[in-house]
């Protein structure tokens, strides 16, 4: 199995999908996180950093669009090496 050449093609697929997925996660992250800033925060920010689930308001809603930005640009990293060995 060493000897595998693997297809550039799939790396390039993966970025791709991986890329429209966390754009669709961000977009998410951007309604769930108005959500929550009216329903608990609302112009009361100074009093709200007090609290600690502030960061959960402000953190949360966007990791999956981040770690699906990450794993696009390690794909596309890899898209591009693959390339130019070819």
Known sequence: MAGK?????????????YRFTSLLFITIGIIVFCILYVKNIDGKLLESLKNPSTIFYFLVPFGPGAVLTILADRAEKKYRDLKKKQ
């Open 5 to 17: 050449e693997i297809d550039p093609n799939v790396y390039f697929v993966k970025a791709k999908v």
